[in-house]
């Protein structure tokens, strides 16, 4: 079939340059290769992308913008692609744009307890400057290190410090957007109150860039707490027990600020990584840290841990120690991902639910022959398994996709949702309908059709 262009490529490339014209653009195979697939994500991108494009200002994204509309070339929003959903993967012919450059942090403000700053600066450089100040930024995603304030806005993440701190939409006090038409419209405020008009900041928090570009960010900042900071471990004979024990702790007034959890299979995984022996003590570890309430808080947590009939609880207030202690949940996908071919999935479902939960995805486990290692958040009721099967299979076996369809519809039965944290991207936008029924998914799609009627932002990403 004859196609009568009405422009080429190198014009179409020409005029991209010309319209972001402080930007890198890059069109070699070998960068636009690089950059298809997200490292942590599943590999699922295929073709080849349009052009890559690190923009450094405001003007770009909109010149990008421009060229997208006139071209009608998809645009995939990215800062440091770290998504495990592939939510800013490459689409065949699309322009990845890339915010990574802009990366400045334009304010710490002690009195008015907020930081503002660029969509790519990494969340844990943000943490570090406002400790600077005696102030920390709460957000603490596993890929604290390097994953940037943009995407953990724009994928809502959420992490180890959510069961006290919530997720990253309770810091956002306010953002600047560029939207598809290439309007940048200001949204919220630098008030920590704030009930005029619709909130719309939030619609865009975790709206996975397919309303519009994050040019910048406001959020909160939390004093450090006075006293000292108390972590530690306990062990229970399975993950069922752990999980009563973390619901017990959450309703006691104590305020803990992280209750993680892992299983057998991920204690050993994490032993053979690390040289550790903490898999010589039980079936299930409670990694734990209170910041605040003292002693008063650790007895009352060492008096429910025993009722659950903990063992071998250790703790410290050792700075060093508490790192290392730590550092086992951070190192848990490494130690886990070792062992084969692998997804990590992201459910949530309510505190109530979370032993069976946990006895649920054990039993699929057993019933598929799937290899499962189970961690998570379990002081808000955010379970991550992660299914692994041998290198040399390239597919997902048939088996690993059925245990996950089982696992989802498990949790939608028992109130909760299939994205706890890593949003929806393009591996569980089929399911929006599933979790959210008709009706709310139509009204997805017109919000949609709203911001972006030519559907060029991250098409086939966060709603089908």
Same mark, same amino acid.
């Given at each position: 079939?004859?196609?009568?262009?009405?422009?080429?490529?190198?014009?179409?490339?020409? #005029?991209?340059?010309?319209?972001?014209?402080?930007?890198?653009? #890059?069109?070699?195979?070998?960068?636009?290769? *690089?950059?298809?697939?997200?490292?942590?994500?599943?590999?699922?991108?295929?073709?080849?992308?349009?052009? #890559?494009?690190?923009?450094?200002?405001?003007?770009?994204?909109?010149?990008?913008?421009?060229?997208?509309?006139?071209?009608?070339?998809?645009?995939?929003?990215?800062?440091?692609?770290?998504?495990?959903?592939?939510?800013?993967?490459?689409?065949?012919?699309?322009?990845?744009?890339?915010?990574?450059?802009?990366?400045?942090?334009?304010?710490?403000?002690?009195?008015?307890?907020?930081?503002?700053?660029?969509?790519?600066?990494?969340?844990?450089?943000?943490?570090?400057?406002?400790?600077?100040?005696?102030?920390? #930024?709460?957000?603490?995603?596993?890929?604290?290190?390097?994953?940037?304030?943009?995407?953990?806005?724009?994928?809502?993440?959420?992490?180890?410090?959510?069961?006290?701190?919530?997720?990253?939409?309770?810091?956002?006090?306010?953002?600047?957007?560029?939207?598809?038409?290439?309007?940048?419209?200001?949204?919220?405020h630098r008030t920590l109150?704030?009930?005029?008009?619709?909130?719309?900041?939030?619609?865009?928090?975790?709206?996975?860039?397919?309303?519009?570009?994050?040019?910048?960010?406001?959020?909160?900042?939390?004093?450090?707490?006075?006293?000292?900071?108390?972590?530690?471990?306990?062990?229970?004979?399975?993950?069922?027990?752990?999980?009563?024990?973390?619901?017990?702790?959450?309703?006691?007034?104590?305020?803990?600020?992280?209750?993680?959890?892992?299983?057998?299979?991920?204690?050993?995984?994490?032993? *053979?990584?690390?040289?550790?022996?903490?898999?010589?003590?039980?079936?299930?570890?409670?990694?734990?840290?209170?910041?605040?309430?003292?002693?008063?808080?650790?007895?009352?947590?060492?008096?429910i841990l025993d009722q659950f009939n903990a063992?071998?609880?250790?703790?410290?207030?050792?700075? *060093?120690?508490?790192?290392?202690?730590?550092?086992?949940?951070?190192?848990?996908?490494?130690?886990?991902?070792?062992?084969?071919?692998?997804?990590?999935?992201?459910?949530?479902?309510?505190?109530? *639910?979370?032993?069976?939960?946990?006895?649920?995805?054990?039993?699929?486990?057993?019933?598929?022959?799937?290899?499962?290692?189970?961690?998570?958040?379990?002081?808000?009721?955010?379970?991550?398994?992660?299914?692994?099967? %041998?290198?040399?299979?390239?597919?997902?076996?048939?088996?690993?996709?059925?245990?996950?369809?089982?696992?989802?519809?498990?949790?939608?039965?028992?109130?909760?949702?299939?994205?706890?944290?890593?949003?929806?991207?393009?591996?569980?936008?089929?399911?929006?309908?599933?979790?959210?029924?008709?009706?709310?998914?139509?009204?997805?799609?017109?919000?949609?059709?709203?911001?972006?009627?030519?559907?060029?932002?991250? %098409?086939?990403?966060?709603?089908?």
């Amino acid at each position: 079939m004859a196609v009568f262009r009405a422009y080429s490529d190198e014009q179409k490339i020409e #005029y991209l340059k010309q319209a972001a014209p402080n930007s890198d653009v #890059y069109t070699d195979n070998a960068t636009l290769a *690089k950059h298809l697939n997200a490292p942590q994500g599943m590999q699922v991108a295929t073709g080849k992308l349009f052009a #890559y494009v690190a923009v450094s200002n405001v003007a770009d994204i909109q010149g990008v913008l421009q060229a997208a509309r006139k071209f009608h070339i998809a645009v995939i929003p990215q800062t440091t692609a770290t998504s495990t959903v592939s939510g800013s993967d490459g689409i065949d012919g699309a322009i990845i744009l890339s915010t990574a450059k802009m990366a400045k942090i334009l304010e710490v403000n002690r009195e008015d307890q907020v930081a503002v700053v660029q969509p790519g600066v990494i969340n844990k450089d943000l943490d570090t400057a406002a400790r600077k100040i005696g102030m920390f #930024y709460a957000p603490d995603p596993g890929s604290k290190p390097i994953s940037a304030v943009g995407g953990n806005v724009a994928t809502n993440a959420g992490g180890m410090s959510t069961v006290k701190y919530g997720a990253t939409k309770d810091s956002v006090l306010g953002m600047k957007v560029v939207l598809a038409d290439g309007r940048e419209i200001s949204l919220g405020h630098r008030t920590l109150k704030q009930a005029f008009g619709y909130n719309l900041t939030q619609l865009f928090v975790g709206s996975e860039g397919t309303l519009g570009i994050i040019t910048e960010i406001t959020v909160k900042l939390f004093p450090i707490p006075l006293g000292t900071s108390v972590t530690g471990v306990a062990f229970f004979k399975d993950m069922t027990e752990l999980s009563k024990a973390v619901t017990e702790i959450r309703a006691s007034g104590v305020y803990p600020a992280m209750l993680e959890a892992l299983d057998a299979h991920t204690v050993e995984a994490i032993d *053979k990584y690390e040289g550790t022996h903490y898999s010589d003590n039980s079936g299930a570890m409670l990694i734990l840290r209170l910041d605040t309430g003292g002693d008063a808080a650790l007895k009352a947590t060492e008096k429910i841990l025993d009722q659950f009939n903990a063992q071998n609880l250790q703790v410290t207030s050792d700075p *060093k120690k508490a790192a290392a202690i730590e550092k086992l949940r951070q190192d848990m996908l490494p130690a886990v991902f070792a062992n084969g071919n692998h997804v990590m999935e992201d459910m949530a479902v309510p505190m109530s *639910k979370l032993a069976p939960m946990m006895d649920y995805i054990s039993e699929v486990g057993k019933k598929l022959d799937v290899d499962i290692y189970t961690a998570g958040h379990a002081g808000d009721g955010n379970v991550h398994p992660s299914l692994i099967w %041998p290198k040399e299979e390239k597919e997902v076996p048939e088996k690993v996709i059925q245990a996950l369809q089982l696992m989802f519809h498990e949790t939608l039965r028992l109130g909760g949702t299939i994205s706890g944290e890593h949003a929806v991207g393009m591996l569980k936008n089929q399911w929006v309908n599933e979790e959210l029924g008709d009706d709310v998914d139509m009204l997805q799609h017109q919000i949609k059709d709203l911001f972006d009627p030519m559907n060029l932002l991250n %098409p086939k990403r966060k709603i089908d």
